[in-house]
Structures are given as structure tokens and as C-alpha cells.
């Protein structure tokens, strides 16, 4: 063996990205390659050629990435493997969030998420399009007023109420944090066995936070006027979330065995939701915005609640193995729908906040 095979040698065993199937002659061409510093391609996996902790879907058999350096999984953002679709589903929602808390944060009248978009036509097709929105949403729609600034909370002359914006805020924190976590999880996981382990748990741990900060809004705005009911329910979610947080950073609890377990974990906390949401429903029986809040949350746990159907039974990559490695598997269905579902309830906030903002804690007749 030579000098430059021996240096192969010693690089294949640093590496598992070369595997047996490597020739001399690719070891050879590899070689050369690095001489003249060109970056090195990684060659993508079938499942049989993982290494044992990244073996998760065993329906998904090809385009696998295994302990990439950093800065080739980066780069790997814009290549196509079994992980594309499953970074940028989440990372686009995380903008999408970003861009509705700038919005908001600039803007402290309401921003509509349809807003965003139809500020970007022309202002004659914006007048057209905000109008039919204004339709959409009964004729409540608070449009833009780039000349209106408001402060962040909004007195009440009648009730000398303050509407705190604080919940709002929390909420829109808490879906970033899932969706940018769960975009960097999906990209990063390849890089090696511990930071596998270490992200996937910040991954159930993002989960958990967005499930939680969804209930802020919720609960402030509905027990307004209730602040011992709005205490207990705030404590009680905050005090489940912390427990669920705690369990998700074990590193057995993290592992594919126990898939099914998370799932019914991360359920029963939003089915605890159930509870206030019976309680609210009575409490703001008269709200005239009941029904269309009720919608949009409706919207959201459907969502949720399909997303997860298809997280646990692996549909349909189950049905034909290796047939959606790259786009189409359970995983990618599952982190479209968390968006939507996100969406559906940032719609059913608004609706919260702008009854609180026009009646304080009058009872409407
Ligand atoms: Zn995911």
C-alpha cells in the first residue's frame, strides 16, 4: 500500500461517507481532488448504508445524508436529499411568522396574514383585494394605516381597559421557535451521532413550546375579565408544558421507540385545551366574533390532529417504500400541516383581540 492509499485509508475510517462500495480508483480520483482542493461532494446513502442511529423510516430507502461536516449540511439547504423538503417546509413558515411579528410590531394595528401579501400588488389591485379580505372577515377587518401609529396597548376610553399585546407576542415567539428549531434540526442531523440526539430533543422541545405559547392568547383574552380563571388555566398549561419539556429531554425518551409516546404526549396537551375552550365558549357565549373564532380553531386542531395521524402511521411512504424519499413522505405532510394549523390559529387570535380591543369587558348585547 502506498503513501497516498494509506491516506485514503485513514479518511475512509474518519469518514462514513465513503463506503465499501468505494473503489481504489474513486479513493485514487479522491485523493487527487483534495490536492487541488476542490470541495468534496458527499455521496448521499441507501438506509441499509446508515449507521444505526439515523436508521428512523426504514420506508424511506434512499437520499440519506450520515456525518456530514457543518459546513457541507449547510450547503446541503440547497441540494436535494430526503431532508429538503423537511427544512424548508419550516423554514419558510418561520419567515412567514417573522414577517407577521414585524408587521405587527411596526404596525400595532392587527396585520391580517393576507395582508403581507396583498401589500405587494399594485395599490389598485390591493384596494380590490383588501376589500373582498374585508368581506371575508365580516366587514371587522382592521386594514393597514401606514399613517396611524397606535401604542402597543390599546386603552379603552369606556372601560379604561388596557388590551395587553403580550400574549399576541408570546404566541407569535413561540411558533418561530418550533419552526426555525425544527428547520435547523432537519438540516444539522446528519452532522453526528451526539448532535443528533442533542437536536431532536430541541426539536420535541420546540414542539412543546409552540403547543403552549398557542394557549397565551387564548386563555388572556377569553378570561379577560376572569383574572382567577385566567391565572389558573395559564398556570396550569405553563406547569404541563414544563413537565412535557422535562420528559422530551431524556435522551431515551427521544428515540424512535417511542414515537408513539411523544405523539400522545404532545395530544393530551393540546386536548387539555378542551377544557378552558367548553369554559370559554359559555363565558363569551355573546361574542358576536364566537363562531369565526371557533372556525379558525377548529381549522387549527384538524390540522394538528391530521399531522400527527400521519407523523405516527408513516403514511403514505408505508404504502410504497422508497416511492416519496424525496418529496411526498409523512414527515414533510405532517410540517405543511403544523404550519397551517399555526395559521388557523393566528387568524382565531386576531379575532380574539380585536372583540377585546372594540368591547373591553362590556357584555355585548
Ligand atoms: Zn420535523
Not at 369554559?279 to 380553531?297: D, G, M
Amino acid at each position: 500500500m502506498n503513501c497516498i492509499q494509506a491516506k485514503c485509508v485513514v479518511k475512509r475510517k474518519q469518514s462514513f461517507s465513503l463506503t465499501k462500495t468505494n473503489s481504489k480508483d474513486t479513493m485514487s480520483s479522491q485523493s487527487h481532488s483534495e490536492r487541488h482542493h476542490k470541495p468534496k461532494r458527499y455521496p448521499l446513502l441507501s438506509f441499509w448504508e446508515l449507521p444505526e442511529y439515523m436508521k428512523d423510516n426504514e420506508y424511506i430507502l434512499r437520499y440519506y445524508r450520515a456525518n456530514w461536516p457543518f459546513k457541507q449540511a449547510f450547503f446541503s439547504l440547497f441540494r436535494w436529499h430526503n431532508e429538503t423538503l423537511n427544512v424548508w417546509t419550516h423554514f419558510i413558515g418561520f419567515l412567514l411568522f417573522l414577517a407577521l411579528t414585524l408587521a405587527n410590531l411596526m404596525k400595532p394595528r392587527l396585520v391580517h396574514l393576507f395582508h403581507i401579501f396583498t401589500r405587494s400588488f399594485s395599490s389598485s389591485a390591493d384596494k380590490n383585494v383588501s376589500h373582498n379580505i374585508k368581506d371575508l372577515f365580516q366587514g371587522t377587518t382592521i386594514l393597514f394605516d401606514l399613517k396611524h401609529e397606535m401604542p402597543l396597548t390599546i386603552e379603552l376610553e369606556s372601560t379604561a381597559l388596557v388590551i395587553e399585546r403580550w400574549p399576541f407576542f408570546v404566541f407569535l415567539g413561540g411558533s418561530m421557535f418550533c419552526l426555525l428549531s425544527s428547520s435547523m434540526c432537519h438540516l444539522f442531523c446528519c452532522h453526528s451521532h451526539d448532535l443528533n440526539l442533542f437536536l431532536w430533543r430541541l426539536d420535541y422541545v420546540g414542539i412543546v413550546v409552540m403547543i403552549i405559547t398557542s394557549f397565551f392568547p387564548q386563555l388572556y383574552y377569553v378570561f379577560l375579565c376572569e383574572p382567577h380563571w385566567q391565572i389558573i388555566y395559564l398556570a396550569g398549561i405553563t406547569a404541563m408544558g414544563l413537565f412535557t419539556v422535562a420528559t422530551m429531554l431524556s435522551p431515551t425518551l427521544s428515540t424512535s421507540k417511542y414515537r408513539a409516546f411523544r405523539a400522545m404526549l404532545f395530544c393530551s396537551m393540546g386536548l387539555f385545551g378542551i377544557v378552558p375552550a367548553i369554559h370559554a365558549c359559555f363565558v363569551n357565549w355573546s361574542n358576536p366574533r364566537r363562531n369565526i373564532t371557533l372556525a379558525y380553531e377548529s381549522a387549527m386542531a384538524l390540522s394538528y390532529l391530521t399531522g400527527t395521524l400521519f407523523y405516527v402511521t408513516r403514511i403514505p411512504e408505508r404504502w410504497k417504500p422508497g416511492w416519496f424519499d424525496l418529496a411526498g413522505h409523512s414527515h414533510q405532510i405532517f410540517h405543511a400541516l403544523v404550519v397551517v394549523g399555526a395559521l388557523a390559529h393566528y387568524a382565531a387570535t386576531l379575532q380574539m383581540l380585536e372583540w377585546r380591543d372594540s368591547f373591553g369587558c362590556h357584555t355585548v348585547p
